[in-house]
C-alpha cells in the first residue's frame, strides 16, 4: 500500500489544518493508519492512530487532534485545532495491516509511509 499525505502549511497560532492520508488501495478497517510528526534533530513522534475504529492519541495531541477515516475513499484525516508553535513539524503518515496494539505508538510498526507534509505554525 503506497499513501500520500497532503495538507500542511502555514498557519497561525491558534488556528486549525487538516491533513489527509490516501492509501493506493482499498485497506479494511482494521489496517492502522497513524500520523507521526518530526522535526529537525528528534525523533519521529507519535502523533495519533486509528484501527477498526478505535483512535488512539499521543498525549500533546488528546483535546486538539482529530483522527479520522473515510473507508470509501481510502483516506485517513488529521484534523488540528488550536495549534501551537510547538507543533511545527513534518507530519507523516503511515499504515500497516497487522499492528499490535502495544506497538501502535511506535514508527517501527508502520511499514508504509507517506512523503510528510509540512505543517508550520507561526507565533
Known amino acids: 500500500v503506497q499513501l500520500q499525505a497532503s495538507g500542511g502549511g502555514l498557519v497561525q497560532a491558534g488556528g486549525s489544518l487538516s491533513l489527509s492520508c490516501a492509501a493506493s488501495e482499498r485497506t479494511s478497517t482494521r489496517y492502522t493508519m497513524g500520523w507521526f510528526r518530526q522535526t529537525p534533530g528528534k525523533e519521529r513522534e507519535f502523533v495519533a492512530a486509528?484501527?477498526?475504529?478505535?483512535?488512539y492519541y499521543g498525549d500533546f495531541a488528546k483535546g486538539r487532534f482529530t483522527i479520522s477515516r473515510d473507508n470509501a475513499k481510502n483516506t485517513a484525516y488529521l484534523q488540528m485545532n488550536s495549534l501551537k508553535p510547538e507543533d511545527t513539524a513534518v507530519y507523516y503518515c503511515a499504515g500497516r495491516s497487522t499492528v499490535i496494539l502495544s506497538n501502535i505508538r511506535n514508527e517501527v510498526a508502520y511499514n508504509s509511509w507517506g512523503q510528510g507534509t509540512q505543517v508550520t505554525v507561526s507565533s
Open positions: 486509528i484501527r477498526s475504529g478505535y483512535t
